[in-house]
């Protein structure tokens, strides 16, 4: 795969890779404050007693590979503390990392996030679409595992595209229950015997939100527990940088493979739905003193029943009030606030436009700049 490096203070970063060896030492090798994201998919430690067995007497092909095995609670949260405390020293002080766990193991993650210091901002849970049923019949099918997604410190300014989700999720904001199916069909990646690669491999949809949530293109995420790769694919897809963690051979040389396979979407694919508190503030007055709007010319609201006019210093004069936009729409309509920018419009040509229209066009001139 080719690798490209990015300056990290004195040392690189080795990025679009996947790294042979212990997550712990590796994290610890490589400069502090550089990733942006860490998406961490730990071992459940399912602490299985017996084979499973299906109601026909078939097996089931359960989690029972060597990596998931802790001869204690003790010595798994020895672990867990071990390799939260390398992750959080890798993030930038606005980063932020997502774990994800079964019962057996989420609780402790969650009490070892909030021990060394991460601000939780959500749990998530990922409800199975197409879960396994419960063959015993003795308790509650399992059909969901649970996300915390936490930043590294209280008051972090970590990346939250909540248009992008919202536009996501047809409109409406998105909530923290995601019904995804597992992954089953084309996307299960078999080994050279037809079987399963990886026993838990995720979704690429679950990443798929997971990233465009809460990164950007060109940000760096790491996974410590890298698997068959679901998240560098996914990545590279999104035009994010990827660096990759996992010391089984056989999953990293699946991942290798399915990774060069992958095709970046294009730049203008990448680009998301922008929070409308990140645009660039524009003033109206900026729209008189451009001349785009003249003090003395007329402005109507949307429902066509007030007008009023522009003065110089923009503000506006309507009836008996003198204001901003907002107030003086608020005031006409008898209203507590009002939205300025979609209440008024200006006429051209004999056609009303959107006072809207004229501030896009200042704050494209401000990004070009």
Not at 46 to 60: A, E, I, T
Request: glycine letters at 8%; one cysteine or more.
């Amino acid at each position: 795969m080719k690798t490209k490096t990015k300056a990290a203070g004195a040392s690189t970063l080795p990025l679009n890779t996947i790294i042979d060896g212990d997550c712990i030492e590796v994290m610890n090798s490589l400069p502090a404050g550089s990733v942006d994201l860490i998406f961490a998919d730990p071992p459940y430690n399912l602490q299985l007693r017996g084979d499973l067995h299906r109601p026909d007497n078939s097996k089931v092909d359960a989690v029972d590979d060597h990596w998931d095995q802790f001869d204690s609670f003790a010595r798994y949260d020895a672990f867990t503390r071990a390799w939260l405390k390398a992750a959080r020293r890798l993030l930038k002080p606005n980063g932020a990392i997502w774990v994800i766990g079964s019962y057996h193991n989420v609780f402790r993650l969650g009490a070892e996030l909030q021990n060394q210091g991460f601000w939780l901002l959500n749990d998530v849970v990922w409800r199975k679409s197409n879960p396994m049923p419960n063959f015993r019949g003795k308790r509650f099918t399992n059909a969901h595992e649970t996300l915390i997604w936490a930043s590294k410190e209280e008051g972090a300014k970590y990346t939250f595209n909540y248009e992008a989700l919202k536009a996501l999720n047809e409109g409406i904001q998105m909530r923290s229950d995601w019904v995804i199916p597992l992954c089953t069909g084309h996307e299960r990646l078999k080994d050279s015997n037809g079987d399963k690669a990886h026993p838990t491999q995720k979704p690429e949809a679950l990443l798929h939100r997971v990233l465009l949530a809460t990164t950007n293109p060109g940000d760096v995420v790491l996974d410590p527990f890298f698997g068959t790769g679901t998240t560098g694919a996914v990545a590279k897809m999104l035009g994010r940088e990827f660096i990759g963690i996992e010391r089984e051979a056989a999953y990293r040389e699946v991942a290798e493979k399915r990774l060069a396979s992958v095709r970046k979407f294009d730049k203008d694919a990448l680009e998301v739905s922008a929070s409308k508190r990140a645009e660039p503030r524009v003033a109206f007055g900026v729209l008189v003193e451009r001349g785009m709007l003249r003090p003395g010319e007329e402005l109507w609201s949307i429902n066509g029943r007030h007008k009023a006019k522009v003065r110089a210093d923009g503000t506006l004069i309507g009836n008996d009030i003198k204001g901003s936009i907002h107030q003086v729409g608020a005031h006409l309509e008898g209203a507590p606030s009002c939205n300025g920018w979609t209440y008024w419009q200006f006429k051209r040509e004999g056609q009303k436009v959107p006072i809207d229209v004229l501030r896009q066009q200042v704050r494209a001139e401000m990004r070009e700049h």
